[in-house]
Protein backbone atom coordinates (compact mmCIF):
# COMPACT_ATOMS: atom_id res chain seq x y z
CA UNK A 1 0.00 0.00 0.00
CA UNK A 2 2.85 2.66 0.69
CA UNK A 3 4.51 1.81 -2.61
CA UNK A 4 1.06 3.67 -4.05
CA UNK A 5 1.71 6.71 -2.26
CA UNK A 6 2.55 10.01 -4.09
CA UNK A 7 4.89 12.41 -2.49
CA UNK A 8 6.17 15.61 -3.53
CA UNK A 9 8.43 18.20 -2.20
CA UNK A 10 8.99 21.78 -1.67
CA UNK A 11 11.63 23.42 -0.88
CA UNK A 12 12.23 27.09 0.78
CA UNK A 13 15.35 28.73 1.42
CA UNK A 14 18.89 28.55 0.41
CA UNK A 15 20.76 26.41 -2.23
CA UNK A 16 22.06 23.62 1.18
CA UNK A 17 18.16 23.13 1.25
CA UNK A 18 17.86 22.48 -2.44
CA UNK A 19 20.37 19.67 -1.98
CA UNK A 20 19.16 18.15 0.86
CA UNK A 21 15.49 18.24 -0.59
CA UNK A 22 16.69 16.28 -3.80
CA UNK A 23 18.64 14.00 -1.35
CA UNK A 24 15.64 12.91 0.87
CA UNK A 25 13.35 12.65 -2.47
CA UNK A 26 15.92 9.96 -3.74
CA UNK A 27 15.42 8.34 -0.31
CA UNK A 28 11.69 8.10 -0.85
CA UNK A 29 11.95 6.70 -3.94
CA UNK A 30 14.29 3.99 -3.24
CA UNK A 31 11.79 3.10 -0.07
CA UNK A 32 8.75 2.49 -2.86
CA UNK A 33 7.07 5.40 -2.76
CA UNK A 34 6.02 7.42 -6.33
CA UNK A 35 7.27 11.30 -6.87
CA UNK A 36 4.50 13.18 -7.83
CA UNK A 37 4.93 15.07 -11.04
CA UNK A 38 5.09 18.94 -11.25
CA UNK A 39 1.43 20.33 -10.60
CA UNK A 40 0.32 16.81 -9.73
CA UNK A 41 -1.60 16.27 -6.21
CA UNK A 42 0.62 14.06 -3.66
CA UNK A 43 -0.64 11.84 -0.56
CA UNK A 44 2.30 13.20 1.30
CA UNK A 45 3.96 16.43 1.02
CA UNK A 46 7.53 17.18 2.46
CA UNK A 47 8.34 20.97 2.90
CA UNK A 48 12.03 21.67 3.69
CA UNK A 49 11.65 25.19 5.15
CA UNK A 50 13.75 27.82 5.97
CA UNK A 51 13.80 30.13 9.02
CA UNK A 52 16.65 33.30 8.11
CA UNK A 53 13.50 35.84 8.44
CA UNK A 54 10.09 35.82 9.66
CA UNK A 55 8.79 36.30 6.03
CA UNK A 56 10.52 32.57 5.69
CA UNK A 57 8.39 31.53 8.50
CA UNK A 58 5.27 33.30 7.03
CA UNK A 59 5.94 31.39 3.50
CA UNK A 60 5.76 27.87 5.26
CA UNK A 61 2.68 28.70 7.28
CA UNK A 62 1.01 29.95 4.05
CA UNK A 63 2.75 27.18 1.73
CA UNK A 64 1.03 24.22 4.86
CA UNK A 65 -2.24 25.33 4.43
CA UNK A 66 -2.42 26.04 0.46
CA UNK A 67 -1.20 22.35 0.39
CA UNK A 68 -3.92 21.17 3.26
CA UNK A 69 -6.97 23.56 1.05
CA UNK A 70 -5.68 21.31 -2.17
CA UNK A 71 -5.56 18.18 -0.56
CA UNK A 72 -7.27 17.74 2.92
CA UNK A 73 -6.04 14.13 3.10
CA UNK A 74 -2.35 15.12 2.48
CA UNK A 75 0.32 13.97 4.86
CA UNK A 76 2.22 17.27 5.90
CA UNK A 77 5.76 17.15 6.90
CA UNK A 78 8.32 19.92 7.76
CA UNK A 79 11.63 20.32 8.28
CA UNK A 80 14.17 22.54 8.06
CA UNK A 81 15.23 25.57 10.13
CA UNK A 82 11.80 26.65 10.85
CA UNK A 83 11.06 23.22 12.17
CA UNK A 84 14.25 23.17 14.20
CA UNK A 85 14.01 26.49 15.65
CA UNK A 86 10.19 26.69 16.46
CA UNK A 87 8.85 22.78 16.48
CA UNK A 88 5.76 23.85 18.50
CA UNK A 89 4.79 26.78 16.38
CA UNK A 90 5.33 24.56 13.43
CA UNK A 91 3.14 21.66 14.72
CA UNK A 92 0.38 23.98 15.12
CA UNK A 93 -0.34 24.88 11.86
CA UNK A 94 -3.45 23.23 10.83
CA UNK A 95 -3.20 20.54 8.60
CA UNK A 96 0.92 19.44 9.77
CA UNK A 97 1.03 15.40 10.39
CA UNK A 98 5.24 15.60 11.30
CA UNK A 99 7.90 17.79 12.33
CA UNK A 100 11.23 16.67 11.81
CA UNK A 101 14.45 18.85 13.04
CA UNK A 102 17.84 19.43 10.72
CA UNK A 103 19.20 16.06 12.69
CA UNK A 104 16.75 13.99 11.65
CA UNK A 105 16.05 14.79 8.22
CA UNK A 106 18.00 11.38 6.76
CA UNK A 107 15.28 9.13 8.75
CA UNK A 108 12.23 11.16 7.23
CA UNK A 109 10.82 7.99 4.84
CA UNK A 110 10.84 6.27 7.56
CA UNK A 111 9.28 8.03 10.06
CA UNK A 112 6.51 8.64 7.04
CA UNK A 113 6.14 4.98 6.45
CA UNK A 114 5.33 4.58 10.21
CA UNK A 115 2.72 7.41 10.13
CA UNK A 116 0.99 6.87 6.39
CA UNK A 117 -0.88 3.89 6.97
CA UNK A 118 -2.72 5.04 10.13
CA UNK A 119 -3.37 8.63 9.19
CA UNK A 120 -4.06 8.18 5.51
CA UNK A 121 -6.40 5.24 6.28
CA UNK A 122 -8.31 6.84 9.17
CA UNK A 123 -9.52 9.99 7.20
CA UNK A 124 -9.15 12.62 10.36
CA UNK A 125 -6.19 14.40 12.12
CA UNK A 126 -4.51 13.81 15.17
CA UNK A 127 -1.78 15.86 17.03
CA UNK A 128 1.13 16.48 14.84
CA UNK A 129 4.61 14.25 15.59
CA UNK A 130 7.36 16.19 16.43
CA UNK A 131 11.10 14.70 16.31
CA UNK A 132 13.35 17.81 16.79
CA UNK A 133 16.69 17.98 19.35
CA UNK A 134 18.38 20.77 21.22
CA UNK A 135 21.45 22.68 19.57
CA UNK A 136 24.15 21.05 21.71
CA UNK A 137 23.12 17.54 19.67
CA UNK A 138 23.09 18.98 16.24
CA UNK A 139 26.33 16.74 15.32
CA UNK A 140 25.32 14.67 12.46
CA UNK A 141 25.85 15.14 8.92
CA UNK A 142 22.91 14.74 6.24
CA UNK A 143 25.31 14.16 3.54
CA UNK A 144 23.14 15.37 0.50
CA UNK A 145 23.59 16.67 -3.79
CA UNK A 146 20.59 17.58 -5.84
CA UNK A 147 19.97 15.53 -8.77
CA UNK A 148 16.83 17.12 -10.56
CA UNK A 149 18.27 19.66 -12.81
CA UNK A 150 20.38 17.69 -15.71
CA UNK A 151 22.97 20.17 -16.16
CA UNK A 152 24.03 21.41 -12.43
CA UNK A 153 24.23 19.84 -9.20
CA UNK A 154 24.42 21.34 -5.86
CA UNK A 155 26.69 19.45 -3.21
CA UNK A 156 26.61 19.84 0.37
CA UNK A 157 30.60 20.23 1.76
CA UNK A 158 29.42 21.28 5.35
CA UNK A 159 27.30 22.03 7.96
CA UNK A 160 26.09 24.55 10.72
CA UNK A 161 28.22 27.44 12.05
CA UNK A 162 30.60 28.03 14.98
CA UNK A 163 30.24 32.22 13.88
CA UNK A 164 28.20 34.35 16.46
CA UNK A 165 27.17 36.65 14.36
CA UNK A 166 24.65 39.07 16.34
CA UNK A 167 21.27 38.86 14.02
CA UNK A 168 21.70 35.29 12.83
CA UNK A 169 19.61 31.92 14.17
CA UNK A 170 21.65 29.62 11.92
CA UNK A 171 23.86 28.43 15.05
CA UNK A 172 21.05 27.47 16.69
CA UNK A 173 19.12 26.00 13.72
CA UNK A 174 22.00 24.14 12.17
CA UNK A 175 24.67 23.61 15.08
CA UNK A 176 28.23 24.17 15.01
CA UNK A 177 30.29 23.87 11.73
CA UNK A 178 31.38 20.20 10.72
CA UNK A 179 31.76 18.19 8.00
CA UNK A 180 32.66 14.98 6.42
CA UNK A 181 36.03 13.97 4.72
CA UNK A 182 37.42 14.93 1.76
CA UNK A 183 37.04 11.73 0.38
CA UNK A 184 33.86 11.18 0.89
CA UNK A 185 33.36 14.48 -1.18
CA UNK A 186 35.22 13.36 -3.54
CA UNK A 187 32.66 10.19 -4.18
CA UNK A 188 30.11 12.18 -4.23
CA UNK A 189 32.00 14.17 -6.96
CA UNK A 190 31.88 11.35 -8.59
CA UNK A 191 28.08 10.33 -8.22
CA UNK A 192 27.41 13.50 -9.93
CA UNK A 193 29.82 12.74 -12.64
CA UNK A 194 28.19 9.73 -13.61
CA UNK A 195 24.76 10.97 -14.00
CA UNK A 196 26.35 13.41 -16.06
CA UNK A 197 26.31 16.64 -14.74
CA UNK A 198 28.52 18.80 -15.67
CA UNK A 199 28.91 21.55 -12.86
CA UNK A 200 28.68 21.62 -9.51
CA UNK A 201 28.25 24.31 -6.93
CA UNK A 202 29.72 23.65 -3.52
CA UNK A 203 27.28 24.92 -0.87
CA UNK A 204 26.68 24.64 2.89
CA UNK A 205 26.47 27.24 5.79
CA UNK A 206 30.10 28.45 6.31
CA UNK A 207 31.61 26.19 3.21
CA UNK A 208 35.17 28.40 4.26
CA UNK A 209 35.08 26.91 7.22
CA UNK A 210 35.52 23.41 5.94
CA UNK A 211 37.78 21.30 7.85
CA UNK A 212 36.73 21.77 11.98
CA UNK A 213 35.96 17.69 11.99
CA UNK A 214 38.23 16.63 10.00
CA UNK A 215 41.30 18.35 10.33
CA UNK A 216 41.27 18.96 6.50
CA UNK A 217 40.98 21.92 4.31
CA UNK A 218 38.82 24.01 2.56
CA UNK A 219 41.91 24.10 0.18
CA UNK A 220 42.43 20.36 0.06
CA UNK A 221 38.81 19.65 -0.84
CA UNK A 222 39.03 22.33 -4.06
CA UNK A 223 42.13 20.67 -4.66
CA UNK A 224 41.01 16.95 -4.64
CA UNK A 225 37.85 18.22 -6.28
CA UNK A 226 39.47 19.66 -9.06
CA UNK A 227 40.82 16.26 -10.19
CA UNK A 228 37.29 14.42 -10.55
CA UNK A 229 36.69 13.48 -13.96
CA UNK A 230 33.49 13.89 -15.76
CA UNK A 231 32.91 17.30 -13.82
CA UNK A 232 33.54 20.46 -15.99
CA UNK A 233 32.74 23.17 -13.69
CA UNK A 234 33.03 24.33 -10.22
CA UNK A 235 31.41 26.74 -8.36
CA UNK A 236 31.73 28.48 -4.87
CA UNK A 237 28.35 28.88 -3.50
CA UNK A 238 29.49 31.90 -0.56
CA UNK A 239 32.49 32.04 1.56
CA UNK A 240 33.25 34.83 4.52
CA UNK A 241 35.89 37.01 3.37
CA UNK A 242 37.54 36.44 6.30
CA UNK A 243 38.41 33.12 4.96
CA UNK A 244 38.33 34.13 1.55
CA UNK A 245 42.41 33.29 1.80
CA UNK A 246 45.11 33.91 -0.99
CA UNK A 247 46.03 30.33 -1.47
CA UNK A 248 41.97 29.78 -2.07
CA UNK A 249 42.27 33.07 -4.71
CA UNK A 250 45.46 31.13 -6.48
CA UNK A 251 44.54 27.94 -6.84
CA UNK A 252 40.85 29.44 -8.15
CA UNK A 253 42.43 31.37 -10.62
CA UNK A 254 44.51 28.80 -11.86
CA UNK A 255 42.00 25.85 -12.15
CA UNK A 256 40.55 25.22 -15.24
CA UNK A 257 37.40 24.14 -13.64
CA UNK A 258 36.45 26.60 -10.84
CA UNK A 259 35.36 29.35 -12.30
CA UNK A 260 35.93 32.99 -11.31
CA UNK A 261 32.45 33.57 -9.86
CA UNK A 262 32.28 34.19 -5.67
CA UNK A 263 29.66 35.08 -3.85
CA UNK A 264 30.72 37.05 -0.69
CA UNK A 265 28.62 37.98 1.78
CA UNK A 266 29.49 41.97 3.41
CA UNK A 267 25.80 42.47 5.14
CA UNK A 268 27.03 46.28 5.83
CA UNK A 269 29.28 49.17 4.49
CA UNK A 270 29.87 50.80 7.53
CA UNK A 271 32.53 49.48 10.11
CA UNK A 272 29.90 51.03 13.00
CA UNK A 273 26.96 48.43 11.96
CA UNK A 274 29.74 45.52 11.21
CA UNK A 275 30.76 45.65 14.86
CA UNK A 276 27.83 45.52 15.91
CA UNK A 277 26.55 42.75 13.76
CA UNK A 278 29.74 40.64 15.11
CA UNK A 279 31.04 40.09 11.70
CA UNK A 280 35.05 39.41 11.72
CA UNK A 281 35.94 42.00 9.40
CA UNK A 282 36.09 45.47 8.63
CA UNK A 283 35.39 47.38 4.70
CA UNK A 284 39.18 47.78 4.69
CA UNK A 285 39.67 44.43 4.81
CA UNK A 286 36.61 43.02 3.15
CA UNK A 287 37.68 45.71 0.07
CA UNK A 288 41.17 44.80 0.06
CA UNK A 289 39.75 40.96 -0.39
CA UNK A 290 37.95 42.00 -3.61
CA UNK A 291 40.93 43.63 -5.04
CA UNK A 292 43.13 40.59 -4.49
CA UNK A 293 40.63 37.90 -6.37
CA UNK A 294 40.49 40.65 -9.41
CA UNK A 295 44.39 41.04 -9.65
CA UNK A 296 44.14 37.65 -10.73
CA UNK A 297 40.56 36.93 -12.12
CA UNK A 298 40.07 40.51 -13.37
CA UNK A 299 36.72 39.37 -15.39
CA UNK A 300 35.43 38.10 -11.85
CA UNK A 301 31.85 38.14 -10.62
CA UNK A 302 30.78 39.27 -7.12
CA UNK A 303 27.74 38.68 -6.13
CA UNK A 304 27.40 40.39 -2.06
CA UNK A 305 25.15 39.98 0.97
CA UNK A 306 23.79 43.09 2.21
CA UNK A 307 21.22 43.51 5.09
CA UNK A 308 19.72 47.26 5.59
CA UNK A 309 17.52 48.20 8.76
CA UNK A 310 19.56 46.87 11.14
CA UNK A 311 18.75 48.52 14.64
CA UNK A 312 20.50 51.64 15.27
CA UNK A 313 21.59 51.93 11.57
CA UNK A 314 21.33 56.00 10.36
CA UNK A 315 21.06 57.10 6.98
CA UNK A 316 24.29 58.32 7.57
CA UNK A 317 25.63 54.65 8.45
CA UNK A 318 23.21 53.64 4.96
CA UNK A 319 24.71 56.45 2.57
CA UNK A 320 27.90 55.12 3.58
CA UNK A 321 27.00 51.38 2.86
CA UNK A 322 25.85 52.58 -0.99
CA UNK A 323 28.59 54.60 -1.64
CA UNK A 324 30.82 51.61 -0.40
CA UNK A 325 29.34 49.42 -2.65
CA UNK A 326 29.31 51.63 -6.04
CA UNK A 327 33.25 52.22 -5.40
CA UNK A 328 33.04 47.91 -4.96
CA UNK A 329 31.31 47.52 -8.06
CA UNK A 330 30.19 43.85 -7.99
CA UNK A 331 27.98 42.30 -10.38
CA UNK A 332 25.59 41.65 -8.13
CA UNK A 333 23.15 42.73 -4.48
CA UNK A 334 21.03 40.56 -2.65
CA UNK A 335 19.70 43.04 -0.44
CA UNK A 336 18.13 41.96 2.64
CA UNK A 337 15.49 44.11 5.16
CA UNK A 338 16.88 43.43 9.12
CA UNK A 339 14.29 40.99 10.65
CA UNK A 340 14.49 40.48 14.31
CA UNK A 341 15.22 37.07 15.41
CA UNK A 342 14.70 35.62 18.40
CA UNK A 343 17.11 34.80 21.15
CA UNK A 344 19.73 36.63 19.03
CA UNK A 345 21.79 39.57 20.59
CA UNK A 346 20.19 42.24 17.75
CA UNK A 347 16.80 41.25 19.16
CA UNK A 348 17.63 43.06 22.25
CA UNK A 349 19.49 46.28 20.53
CA UNK A 350 17.19 49.39 21.01
CA UNK A 351 17.02 51.88 17.82
CA UNK A 352 14.90 49.92 15.33
CA UNK A 353 14.71 51.25 12.10
CA UNK A 354 11.41 51.96 10.69
CA UNK A 355 10.10 49.10 8.00
CA UNK A 356 9.12 51.80 5.62
CA UNK A 357 12.62 53.07 5.67
CA UNK A 358 14.40 49.89 5.70
CA UNK A 359 11.96 48.56 2.49
CA UNK A 360 13.35 52.15 0.80
CA UNK A 361 16.62 51.37 1.27
CA UNK A 362 16.27 47.81 0.07
CA UNK A 363 14.75 49.55 -3.03
CA UNK A 364 17.66 52.55 -3.44
CA UNK A 365 20.52 49.33 -3.14
CA UNK A 366 18.49 46.85 -5.51
CA UNK A 367 18.11 49.42 -8.03
CA UNK A 368 22.29 49.85 -7.58
CA UNK A 369 22.09 46.31 -8.32
CA UNK A 370 20.57 46.49 -11.68
CA UNK A 371 23.04 49.52 -12.48
CA UNK A 372 26.10 47.75 -11.39
CA UNK A 373 24.61 44.18 -13.19
CA UNK A 374 23.84 45.75 -16.77
CA UNK A 375 27.41 47.59 -16.25
CA UNK A 376 29.13 44.44 -15.85
CA UNK A 377 27.64 42.80 -18.94
CA UNK A 378 27.92 45.92 -21.16
CA UNK A 379 31.59 46.10 -20.84
CA UNK A 380 31.49 42.65 -21.72
CA UNK A 381 29.85 43.20 -24.93
CA UNK A 382 32.32 41.47 -28.23
CA UNK A 383 34.39 39.74 -25.60
CA UNK A 384 34.59 35.72 -25.81
CA UNK A 385 33.18 33.07 -23.39
CA UNK A 386 32.35 29.74 -22.54
CA UNK A 387 29.24 28.91 -22.18
CA UNK A 388 27.26 25.64 -20.68
CA UNK A 389 23.94 25.24 -22.08
CA UNK A 390 20.83 24.27 -19.43
CA UNK A 391 17.95 22.05 -20.76
CA UNK A 392 14.57 24.10 -19.99
CA UNK A 393 13.33 26.05 -23.37
CA UNK A 394 12.38 29.30 -23.06
CA UNK A 395 10.77 30.82 -26.12
CA UNK A 396 12.35 28.80 -28.63
CA UNK A 397 15.43 29.47 -26.57
CA UNK A 398 18.22 27.73 -24.37
CA UNK A 399 19.73 29.94 -21.59
CA UNK A 400 23.37 28.82 -20.57
CA UNK A 401 25.85 30.66 -18.10
CA UNK A 402 29.55 31.86 -19.09
CA UNK A 403 32.41 31.04 -16.77
CA UNK A 404 31.85 34.54 -14.90
CA UNK A 405 28.10 33.68 -14.51
CA UNK A 406 27.00 36.06 -17.09
CA UNK A 407 23.42 34.70 -18.36
CA UNK A 408 23.00 34.17 -22.11
CA UNK A 409 20.62 33.16 -24.71
CA UNK A 410 20.61 31.46 -27.80
CA UNK A 411 17.89 29.72 -30.84
CA UNK A 412 17.28 26.36 -29.23
CA UNK A 413 19.45 24.06 -30.21
CA UNK A 414 18.80 19.97 -28.48
CA UNK A 415 22.30 18.84 -29.06
CA UNK A 416 23.56 21.96 -27.60
CA UNK A 417 21.93 20.96 -24.36
CA UNK A 418 24.51 20.36 -21.49
CA UNK A 419 27.40 21.08 -23.82
CA UNK A 420 29.98 23.67 -23.75
CA UNK A 421 30.21 26.50 -26.45
CA UNK A 422 32.43 28.91 -27.66
CA UNK A 423 30.39 31.85 -27.97
CA UNK A 424 31.04 35.64 -28.65
CA UNK A 425 28.66 38.06 -26.54
CA UNK A 426 26.29 40.18 -27.57
CA UNK A 427 24.07 42.91 -26.03
CA UNK A 428 22.02 42.64 -23.00
CA UNK A 429 18.55 42.88 -23.65
CA UNK A 430 16.24 44.23 -21.22
CA UNK A 431 16.10 41.42 -18.73
CA UNK A 432 19.72 41.60 -18.75
CA UNK A 433 20.60 38.09 -20.23
CA UNK A 434 22.31 38.50 -23.22
CA UNK A 435 22.38 37.73 -26.68
CA UNK A 436 25.83 35.11 -27.99
CA UNK A 437 27.25 34.14 -31.21
CA UNK A 438 27.88 30.46 -31.21
CA UNK A 439 31.40 30.06 -32.81
CA UNK A 440 32.02 26.80 -34.79
CA UNK A 441 34.59 24.59 -32.87
Known sequence: MISAKKVAFRTLGCKLNFSETSTIARAFEQSGFVRAKQGESADIYVINSCSVTEHADKKCRNLVRRLVRENPRALVVVTGCYAQLKPKEVASIEGVD???????????????????SERLTAG???????????????????AA????????????????CSYRCSYCTIPLARG??????????????????????????????????????????????????????????????????????????EFTARSRKFQPHFHVPLQSGCDRILALMRRRYNTARFAERIEAVRRVMPDVFFGIDVIVGFPGETEADFEQTYRFLETLRPAFLHVFPYSVRPHTPAAEMADRVDARIAADRVKRLSELSDRLHRTFCEEHIGRQARVLWESTRHGGDMLGYTENYLRVRAPFQREKINTLSDVRLGKPGPDQVMSVEILES
Open 98 to 116: LVVGNNEKGSIPEQVAALA
Open 124 to 142: ERFGAVIHTCEVEELTGFF
Open 145 to 160: FSSGDRTRSFLKVQDG
Open 176 to 249: ASRNIPVADLVEEARQIASRGQKEIVLTGINIGDFGRTTGESFLSLLEALDEVEGIERYRISSIEPNLLTDPII
